[in-house]
Nanobody, 124 residues
């Protein structure tokens, strides 16, 4: 079992930056690719960014390309999401997820472990 804990959310203004962190514990050897998802009120959970185990491959939703950067530090069992130029439409609960396979996928069903989420609110 892998436990994921997100942190770093908060209330910011449009144009500001935030860095989210996701700390993994437990059987971290059971997880490979990781991803960030978000869910806004009344909407489905959507893929934001993903990264493979080595960090050599990343993937982003079109809506965040050029603004968000995903990275990981395996020595610290932590994945990060650097979010720049935030927009009000980025407001959502952000979730970290891990999967047992080392291939990034965008479907929520492809992930085996989930964190509890961290709220990000971007005011205009």
């Amino acid at each position: 079992q892998v436990q994921l804990v997100e942190s770093g959310g908060g209330l910011v203004q449009a144009g500001d930056s935030l860095r989210l962190s996701c700390a993994a514990s437990g059987r971290t050897s059971s997880s490979a690719a990781m991803g960030w998802f978000r869910q806004a009120p009344g909407k489905e959970r959507e893929f934001v960014a993903g990264i493979n185990w080595s960090g050599s491959r990343t993937d982003y939703a079109d809506s965040v390309k050029g603004r968000f950067t995903i990275s990981r530090d395996n020595a610290k069992n932590t994945v990060y999401l650097q979010m720049n130029s935030l927009k009000p439409e980025d407001t959502a609960v952000y979730y970290c997820a891990a999967r047992r396979f080392n291939v990034i996928v965008q479907e929520t069903t492809g992930y085996d472990y989930w964190g509890q989420g961290t709220q990000v609110i971007v005011s205009s």
